[in-house]
């Protein structure tokens, strides 16, 4: 059973930063499609960042510049590091991996803009 574990999150002032870090246990993150996923209050939850099995990483077009994905394989986790953070990216922070069918998602970590 794969598990994801978000961490990381918590609450920071506009313009702060955050680094979210999501741990996977019970297959190598190579393995998967992992990926970035957030849900404001009263919104859809919506991708973030994605790092494919094959491919380049995906960031959304209105948050490149200030969030990006990466992975570190031997610890097979993968970050999200946020830079100029708003109010509009508070929101629950979710891991999910994902191939073919087979879908695992994480917890969630929340993080918290101040204005």
């Known amino acids: 059973q794969v598990q994801l574990v978000e961490s990381g999150g918590g609450l920071v002032q506009s313009g702060g930063s955050l680094r979210l870090s999501c741990a996977v246990s019970?297959?190598?993150?190579?393995?998967?499609?992992i990926g970035w996923y957030r849900q404001a209050p009263g919104k859809q939850r919506e991708l973030v960042a994605e790092?494919?099995?094959?491919?380049?990483?995906y960031t959304d077009e209105n948050l490149k510049g200030r969030f990006s994905m990466s992975g570190d394989y031997a610890k097979n986790t993968v970050y999200l590091q946020m830079h100029n953070l708003s109010t509009e990216d508070t929101a629950t922070y979710y891991c999910?991996?994902?191939?073919?069918?087979?879908?695992?998602w994480g917890q969630g970590t929340q993080v918290t803009v101040s204005s």
């Open positions: 019970g297959s190598v993150i190579n393995n998967y499609n």
């Open positions: 790092i494919p099995t094959h491919g380049d990483t």
């Open positions: 999910r991996a994902h191939f073919g069918i087979t879908i695992y």
